[in-house]
Each structure stands twice: as C-alpha cells, then as structure tokens.
C-alpha cells in the first residue's frame, strides 16, 4: 500500500534552516510530482510546493526565495529545504501525492514551530 512518512520536523529560531524528508513507498516514485502542504492552527491546509516527475518546480509566493522542493528517485524522497524561516512558517508539513482523481494519499505530517 501506499505509504508516505515525513521526518525532519522540530523547533527553530527565526532565521533558522530545517530540512524535511518523506520517504514514499507502494508506488512508482519517479512516475509522480509530489507536493508538500502545509496547515497552521485554525487555517486551511496550503499546498507550499510542488515538484513534477521530471523534477520541475513550484512555490507558494510565501516561500519564493526560501524553500527548496528536490527529490531523488534513488531513494524514493522528497526533501524540502526551509531557510530564513518566520514564526509565520509554524505548522504541520504533509508531503502528498495524488496518483489518480480517486487516489490521494498524505504522510502522518511533521510539527515545525520557528520560535524563539
């Protein structure tokens, strides 16, 4: 089955760097764009970036210039590179992947609070 499992999450000063990491499993990775969301308390869910199969990309105007979506299909990952992070970056980052119209899966999700 289907299987997404985020890592990386944690507590960072403002300014701060974190990576995160989703290691998939049950599909064929390279085949996929894969997308990180993310939900902060009492806001909707956010898509923050999106890279294609072919390793193309794109960001939320929020996160231009600051996060970094890569991937290796060697490993079945997708990584997302977070720099100069605000307090306003404090959520719940899920990585996704939608294989059909019907098939949608997301990752248990990895807490990030910038604080300092």
């Known amino acids: 089955q289907v299987q997404l499992v985020e890592s990386g999450g944690g507590l960072v000063q403002p300014g701060g760097s974190l990576r995160l990491s989703c290691a998939a499993s049950?599909?064929?990775?390279?085949?996929?764009?894969m997308n990180w969301y993310r939900q902060a308390p009492g806001k909707e869910r956010e898509l923050v970036a999106h890279?294609?199969?072919?390793?193309?990309?794109n960001y939320a105007d929020s996160v231009k210039g600051r996060f970094t979506i890569s991937r290796d299909n060697a490993k079945n990952t997708v990584y997302l590179q977070m720099n100069s992070l605000k307090p306003e970056d404090t959520a719940v980052y899920y990585c996704?992947?939608?294989?059909?119209?019907?098939?949608?899966?997301w990752g248990q999700g990895t807490q990030v609070t910038v604080s300092s």
């Open positions: 049950g599909f064929t990775f390279s085949d996929y764009g």
């Open positions: 996704n992947v939608r294989l059909s119209s019907l098939r949608v899966f």
């Open positions: 890279i294609t199969y072919s390793s193309n990309t």
